[in-house]
């Protein structure tokens, strides 16, 4: 990428959203070298001025003539907006990094976690598609666990929160625990909601994203992997019970210690209740061996579902194009 002294002339659409409002913390907590920078909304939130590094933006209605000169664009908006205006800016330089699951089993669309598989993206790639929440945080856990063998199958059970479901919902679960139930809502607080997403057979929206995106991000199509996502009553940062078939037997002090030393992951004591919201690290708990088998392992991992699970992950997929590319 040809930059102007390093730096990127960038846009954010979807800048009023949660995982967007995320993505402008990022941007001046990590001092992403930005040049120009472009801040969109719907109509709703147009005219909102916005605060970043000390300059003030002010959000706009998606301009297609406004990304001539933009080297990266993040999307944070819904796959059907994501698509609709990918199409548009197709024939510019920018490179689009879309939060929405409306690319990511695309065959041609790299899927991106960078610690896992940059190497994905190439020095031609205009757009590049960041994995469903869930599926970082536990593939980020899995990467390290390869190391130790062959997996054989693996089995996860996720607690998801409100704020994964975006504004609209978390502003209804506030409601809600006030007292105020709008019509027709589902009911958040107070709540567990068994599935996530629609259902397509007995398998729901958000196990098929867990299931095949792990799959392609891992490059190992047949990995026998099973998910069963449910929403939980809890603001931020989205929970997982994880069981790890390995085809052979493992070490639990090797793997520990290979979590110790991994820069993103944190390996909890048992008993010390945390805090992830607001972090940037994968924090896994309750590491054990299975009572009967020595091949299979059980843990926790937890992580902010707003920064690992979607703009942290955006903004590192940015800054190794700018650094490296
Ligand atoms: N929330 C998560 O934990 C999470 C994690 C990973 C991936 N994702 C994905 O990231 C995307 C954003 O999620 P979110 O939770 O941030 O959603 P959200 O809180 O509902 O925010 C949606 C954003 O899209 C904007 N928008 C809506 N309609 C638009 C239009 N026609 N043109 C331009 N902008 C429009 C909204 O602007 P207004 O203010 O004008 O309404 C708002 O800025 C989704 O695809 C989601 O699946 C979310």
């Known amino acids: 990428m040809n930059l102007q002294n390093k730096k990127a002339n960038i846009a954010l659409v979807g800048a009023t959203g949660l995982v967007g409002v995320e993505f402008l913390k990022l941007l001046e907590e990590r001092d992403f070298p930005f040049n120009m920078l472009y801040l969109f909304s719907s109509q709703k939130s147009a005219g909102l001025k916005l605060k970043v ?194 085809k052979n037997n493992v070490s639990l002090a090797k793997i520990k210690s290979v979590i110790n030393k991994t820069p993103y992951l944190i390996l909890l004591p048992e008993t010390d209740p945390i805090s992830v919201s607001g972090t940037n690290l994968v924090f896994v708990s309750r590491l054990r061996k299975d009572k009967f088998r020595d091949n299979v392992i059980h843990f926790i991992v937890t992580a902010d579902n707003l920064r690992i699970g979607a703009a942290l992950n955006g903004i590192k997929i940015a800054e190794r194009i700018v650094y490296e590319k």
Do not use: M
């Not at 896992?116 to 598609?129: D, G, P, Q, R, S």
């Not at 199958?153 to 919902?169: E, H, K, L, P």
């Open 53 to 246: 590094k000390g300059k003030i933006y002010t959000v706009r209605e998606f301009d297609k003539n406004l990304f001539q000169n933009i080297d990266i664009a993040f999307f944070a908006t819904s796959a059907e907006e994501s698509k609709k205006y990918i199409s548009l800016i197709k024939d510019f330089k920018t490179v689009s990094i879309d939060n929405s699951s409306a690319f990511r089993l695309k065959r041609d669309i790299p899927l991106i976690v960078p610690e896992i598989n940059f190497e994905n993206v190439k020095k031609t790639t205009k757009l590049i598609a960041n994995p469903n929440c869930s599926t970082i945080q536990l593939v980020l856990v899995l990467k390290s666990l390869l190391q130790f063998g062959q997996i054989d199958s693996i089995n996860v059970s996720t607690y998801q929160a409100i704020s994964g479901a975006g504004r609209d919902a978390l502003s209804t679960f506030f409601e809600q625990a006030k007292g105020k139930n709008k019509k027709g809502s589902p009911i958040f607080y107070n709540n567990l909601i068994q599935h996530i997403g629609s259902f397509k057979g007995e398998w729901c929206e958000e196990e098929n994203k867990i299931i095949n995106e792990t799959r392609k991000i891992l490059n190992k199509k047949d990995l026998k992997i099973s998910a069963t996502t449910v929403r939980v009553p809890v603001v931020n940062s989205h929970t997982e019970v994880v069981n790890v078939e390995f």
